[in-house]
């Protein structure tokens, strides 16, 4: 089976959800009370992160602010994003992790592999592999800019009704077909009946009410739920269908990707942010996982990829051993703090998967070459630290 | 979506078609109607709307109850049963467990 273009397209984004004056937006994100009964523009840092399969900060606050206030609101607001984002993401991993744990199917290896990555793994020699997983990194990052700069263009020229028609398709699929065959194995794995009307209504009702909840309206909660079992889904047919050695180099070509996309002028994802300033839209749903801080004096919307979610929960779940997935999560949530961290100090668009994933895989192969034959050493000789 | 910052009459109208929505077969649609809309409908003080909030929501929550009675009856049938329906049974059966019933 292949993912289609389903793993492009949920996580294309567009636009931050920014405006450097704050009016109320025509978003759906609610933000009428930006400017508050005695008429002054209340101070309100608005951060949104949005990518494709790739993460891209941007912060944006009004204009009236002296420099001492704004440097309490950095880094008052630093603190409540990191952790406001550590939740959708350690949500994600729990339940791919739950999943991989006890559902057996998503860890057997299948000769089946996605149409974006023909080169097969199950060579002799490691040159063979090596190149192997090189060429489906080049087949699958030449797939991700294609469909980026599509998506740059429809943006670009307003054909707003094809983009969320694609969106639509790709959400179907996830929130249909892909639940469907979770359900299934998770019956199987416990051995459970279960009748085709059941689940018959299980799925509609699922996917009927997702569907609703990401591209109309719906309670914020359920939004955020939603897209975070979207990410988890989409991760679990990753790691089934990935190779291994695929995956690690597409996730390191990826940040890449990111750092470029999003920082150079010709960037796609930087004309992306620049185009939605300029036309002050809200971005399309179903794209963004969007946190509003309902504690915050002020509130402080924020919208992030959920691409981000499915990248970090990929880097900590493809591993079998639990000291792994720790070290390469911490790695992911450090990443994760310093980007927020410089996005407060710098205020532009920023690339979010980069350090993450950077600090995500060096501490994973860090454990695997260096901590874990240490630890090993230490058990034989019964020395605890 | 934040419902506070909504107009009155929007709240209505989100929660009609909330409400008229979870015709189609979808009960799920009814509970969130209700659970979303559960303190605009009866702990909020007065307006307008309310009152008729209030309709739709009591009825989603009864649409609810009476379609939780009805697969937790075909259900309770269709575990219970399943093994002596013989053909029937796996015809309907999107997951068959394996051992002996």
Same mark, same amino acid.
């Given at each position: 089976?292949? /993912? ?46 949005? $990518?494709? $399969? ?32 550590? =939740? ?23 000769? &089946? ?11 002799? $020699? ?17 797939? =991700? ?12 020229? #307003? ?36 009748? !085709? ?5 299980? =799925? ?21 739920? !939603? ?7 989409? /991760? ?20 890449? +990707?990111?750092?470029? /996309? ?64 720790? %070290? ?27 350090? $993450? ?6 501490? +994973? ?16 000789? &019964?020395? +605890?630290? | ?74 259900? %309770?049938?269709?575990?219970?049963? #399943? ?19």
């Amino acid at each position: 089976m292949n /993912a289609s273009d389903s793993d492009e397209d949920i996580y294309n984004e567009r636009s931050a959800l920014v405006r450097s004056e704050s009016p109320a937006l025509p978003s759906y994100i609610p933000d009428s009370d930006l400017t508050p009964p005695n008429g002054t523009p209340t101070k309100r840092l608005k951060v949104s992160f949005r $990518s494709e $399969s790739l993460q891209c900060f941007v912060p944006t606050r009004p204009a009236a602010l002296t420099p001492s206030e704004e440097e309490e609101l950095t880094l008052k607001y630093g603190a409540k994003h990191v952790i406001m984002l550590f =939740i959708p993401v350690t949500l994600c991993m729990v339940v791919v992790v739950a999943t991989i744990k006890s559902v057996s199917f998503y860890t057997e290896k299948t000769d &089946q592999q996605l149409i974006y990555t023909p080169f097969t793994e199950n060579t002799s $020699s490691v040159g063979r592999r090596l190149l192997n997983s090189v060429l489906n990194t080049i087949i699958m990052i030449s797939v =991700i800019v294609v469909m980026t700069i599509f998506l740059v263009v429809l943006y670009k020229y #307003r054909c707003y009704k094809f983009i969320h028609g694609w969106l639509i398709l790709s959400s179907l699929m996830l929130l249909f077909w892909f639940s469907f065959m979770y359900l299934g194995e998770v019956f199987k794995t416990y051995n459970l009946a279960m009748d !085709y009307p059941t689940v018959g209504v299980i =799925i509609w009702n699922f996917g009927a009410v997702g569907m609703i909840c990401i591209h109309w309206k719906g309670p914020l909660q359920l939004q955020q739920a !939603y897209l975070i079992l979207i990410s988890a889904l989409m /991760a679990l047919v990753f790691i089934k269908y990935l190779p291994e050695w695929s995956a690690w180099v597409i996730l390191g070509a990826i940040s890449v +990707y990111d750092l470029v /996309a999003v920082l150079s002028p010709k960037g796609p994802l930087r004309m992306l942010v620049e185009t939605a300033q300029e036309r002050n839209e809200p971005i399309f749903p179903a794209l963004i996982y969007s946190c509003e801080c309902v504690h915050c004096s002020r509130s402080a919307p924020i919208n992030n990829g959920s691409a981000a979610c499915l990248m970090f929960v990929i880097v900590s779940s493809d591993q079998n051993r639990l000291f792994r997935l720790r %070290t390469g999560s911490s790695g992911c949530f450090v990443g994760l703090c310093l980007t927020l961290l410089l996005l407060a100090i710098f205020k532009k668009a920023l690339p979010a998967l980069p350090i $993450s994933i950077t600090f995500g895989l060096v501490f +994973y192969f860090s454990t695997d070459f260096l901590v874990q034959p240490f630890m090993d050493n230490l058990a034989a000789h &019964q020395f +605890y630290i | 979506m934040n419902l506070e910052r909504l107009p009155n009459e929007e709240k209505l109208s989100l929660c009609r078609k909330y409400y008229l929505g979870g015709f189609a077969f979808l009960p799920f649609l009814w509970l969130v109607n209700v659970v979303w809309f559960f303190r605009e409908a009866f702990l909020k003080p007065a307006y307008t709307e309310q009152l008729q909030i209030k309709a739709y929501v009591k009825r989603s929550a009864l649409g609810l109850l009476l379609w939780v009675a009805v697969l937790t009856t075909w259900i %309770t049938i269709y575990q219970h049963f #399943r093994a002596e329906w013989g053909e029937v049974g796996d015809y309907l059966s999107f997951t068959i467990p394996l051992g002996i019933p």
